[in-house]
């Protein structure tokens, strides 16, 4: 492997894993990183984990994937690592240009990308290739929400809902018949609570958005991170996802558990995802994929973004994937906590 400093490109280094993530690229072990960071705001911690930093639009304004291109030439970037959602289907329309100016970027087609970011076309192909996901229904509007939730079996049991494209748990709720408003307004915290279908059904009215009704499903949080190409997973394993706050998780452990390794080979193969990807699921149940990468608890031994964007630039082989996959520890631990810097803008 080469010894010449590589530059990458990360975008939305403002977002919650985003120092963890840019620490584990430099201190690879391998090989000098220089990393340039983009987000829509000049004033986030990732950025002072950056060699360089630019400003860009949303990754939903049009004029986003230029930007990032220009930045990446400008720079001298070799690999762009896109880490939001929202950057994805942009960067993806545009994956030509990068390729045309000799950056790799790491990202499924557009055809993959709108499909696995879609939660309704996860679980419609759950349904197709027989994987385990919460019943589930389509519906626009309040009418339209109560009567699935009936369907589902409201109000004898709680269900839930939530936007089919969103993020970071925006737009989720549970939907329960029990539901104490006199309690949340006196004695909870701040915070999304369970809400009742005659509130639920009042607030949406005729609103237009798509929305997910599914079945409350319970157990333990888990996901499977990886890398994957063509629809196959060169390296990945699961976790735990625990100890939510503000709907981003605060403890991970490492699992055993290659049943969910089989349900992510199948899903990762119907999407045909290239690139880093993220399966979240609550017990058994499918809940959503995420076709980038995630929060990923990091080993000495064992750097998963690393070892992705590696094999993105033709530099890990199948044999080396399969040692570092062997190398994975089941129960190790990583937590997440709040941190704070200092600095003088001037």
């Given amino acids: 492997m080469s010894t010449a400093p590589l530059t990458i490109l990360v975008t939305a280094v403002g977002s919650p894993g985003s120092v963890a993530l840019l620490r584990a690229l430099k201190e690879n072990g391998e090989r000098p ?4 960071g983009t987000d829509l705001r000049e004033e986030n911690p990732g950025r002072f984990h950056c060699d360089a930093f630019g400003t860009v639009p949303a990754g939903t304004d049009p004029g986003f994937a230029g930007a990032v291109l220009e930045l990446a030439q400008r720079e001298g970037a070799s690999v762009v690592l896109p880490q939001a959602s929202f950057d994805l289907e942009g960067l993806a329309r545009a994956s030509a240009d990068f ?6 970027l790491i990202c499924s087609t557009p055809e993959a990308v709108l499909a696995a970011d879609s939660k309704f076309e ?7 290739l027989g994987v385990r996901a919460p019943a589930f229904h389509l519906a626009q509007g309040g009418a339209e929400v109560a009567a699935a939730a009936r369907a589902l079996g409201y109000p004898h049991r709680d269900v ?4 089919v ?3 970071g748990s925006r737009g989720f709720h549970v939907i329960s018949s029990r539901s ?3 309690a949340q307004l006196l004695h909870m915290r701040p915070g999304a609570m369970p809400l009742r279908l005659d509130a639920v059904e009042r607030i949406l009215g005729d609103d237009p958005t798509e929305l997910l009704v599914m079945e409350l499903v319970d157990g333990l949080e888990r996901t499977v991170d990886g890398y994957a190409e063509h629809g196959r997973i060169v390296i990945g394993h699961p976790k735990s996802r625990e100890a939510m706050r503000s709907g981003l998780a605060m403890r991970f452990e490492t699992l055993a558990a290659p049943d969910l390794m ?3 080979a199948t899903l990762v193969e119907g999407f045909g995802l290239h690139g880093f990807f993220n399966l979240q699921l609550i017990g058994d149940a499918v809940l959503e994929m995420n076709p980038r990468i995630s929060t990923i608890v990091y080993q000495s031994d064992l750097n998963l973004p690393w070892l992705g964007l590696r094999r993105a630039i033709g530099d890990l082989t199948d044999a080396e994937a399969a040692a570092a996959q062997a190398r994975v520890r089941p129960g190790r631990v990583a937590l997440r906590y709040f941190d704070q810097l200092e600095y003088d803008p001037t």
Avoid: Q, Y
């Fill in 33 to 36: 990183v220089r990393i340039v």
């Fill in 122 to 128: 996860t679980l419609a192909l759950c349904e197709r």
């Fill in 262 to 264: 089989d349900v992510a």
């Fill in 99 to 104: 390729a045309a100016a000799g950056i790799t």
């Fill in 165 to 167: 494209v969103a993020a």
């Fill in 160 to 163: 839930c809902m939530k936007p």
């Fill in 180 to 182: 104490d408003e006199r």
